[in-house]
């Protein structure tokens, strides 16, 4: 005996499928909220294990500050608003680090620091977006245009 059944997908399988398909194709734009919420997660998973380790993470808050002055002094520009980016990628970077030793110490899901991760997501996030469609300001001419 054979039973044949067609099954046809319903509603909410549909609808998970296309976010799932859109999510995909779209995967570089959502980068710094996928970042996001896997340093909210190891933040969490790092406070449960060991809420000490924080002193350890401490050190991190100087990353930003160091690659922002070898920037600064190996590349030199003129640009203003080079200079601009440059200082706003460095505050978001120790912001972030900041709030990584923070989450370690007291936990990701308390109020002031998941607004504060909500903040920095959004920011960055805003950023990324903004700053992957804004064209660049000069081109260098293919080798067809400068026959």
């Known amino acids: 005996m054979i039973v044949v059944v067609s099954e046809e997908p319903t509603l909410t399988a549909r609808a998970t499928a296309a976010a799932g398909r859109w999510l995909w194709r779209h995967r570089s734009q959502w980068a710094p909220t996928g970042i996001a919420v896997v340093l909210w997660l190891a933040s969490g998973v790092a406070h449960l294990i060991q809420p000490a380790a924080a002193w350890w993470l401490a050190p991190l808050l100087l990353v930003p500050a160091g690659m922002w002055s070898r920037a600064r002094a190996r590349r030199q520009t003129t640009f203003r608003s080079v200079q601009l980016l440059r200082a706003v990628l460095a ?12 989450a370690v110490a007291v ?9 504060t ?7 960055v996030q805003t950023l990324w977006l ?13 080798a067809e245009e400068t026959r």
């Open 91 to 102: 505050t978001l970077g120790a912001a972030t680090a900041g709030w990584l030793v923070v």
């Open 107 to 115: 936990g990701p899901a308390r109020p002031a620091t998941a607004v």
């Open 130 to 142: 903004l700053l992957r469609h804004t064209p660049a300001k000069a081109s260098v001419p293919s």
């Open 117 to 123: 991760w909500l903040a920095l997501t959004l920011v």
